[in-house]
């Protein structure tokens, strides 16, 4: 049995880009929670929690996490909220080591502010709302089994620290 890779933690900390050079690296089957479900739902994570919310979507994400647990070998990144269900946690641990990829609020402010597709960061202030989600999620990604800070470097650097701790 090939322990699943997971990374997890807030957008923009680099989780997609890391995850599509480790699972390359490491030639490993890379899955995305985000993409599968937005796959399985035929639209966008942003039309999900617009017409149905964001308690539906986390839904989705809790039956995506059960299914991937079933498998080996797979670099798993996960969407930024994953966290929050302690039962997504436990899962994603049964079967994986969990990575949190850090990154403080003004660099990720800095890698997402001309993305549109982020539904958490719609309204207001995104700086705001990035530092006030990220204070809130912070205790569910230190649950991580290895953080790993991503400020300050090339995904290179990350997926190489990364390989260096398994």
Known sequence: MTKNIVLVG????????VSKQ???R???????????IEQREGRAISDIFQKDGEAYFRSLE???????????GLVIDCGGGIVLAAVNIDNLRKNGVVFYLKA???TIYERIKDEKHRPLLA????KKKISDILAQRKPFYEKADVTVATEGKTAEQV???IISKI
């Not at 807030?10 to 880009?17: D, L, N, P, Y």
């Not at 039956?63 to 498998?71: D, G, I, K, N």
Request: hydrophobic share 35%; charged share 35%; glycine share 6%.
């Open 10 to 17: 807030f957008m923009g900390a680099g989780k997609s880009v």
């Open 22 to 24: 480790l699972a390359t």
């Open 26 to 36: 490491l030639k490993r089957e890379r899955v995305s929670t985000d993409e599968l």
């Open 62 to 72: 809790k039956q995506v996490v059960a299914e991937l647990t079933s498998r080996d």
């Open 104 to 106: 403080d609020p003004q």
């Open 123 to 126: 309204d207001g202030d995104p």
């Open 159 to 161: 997926v190489d620290e």
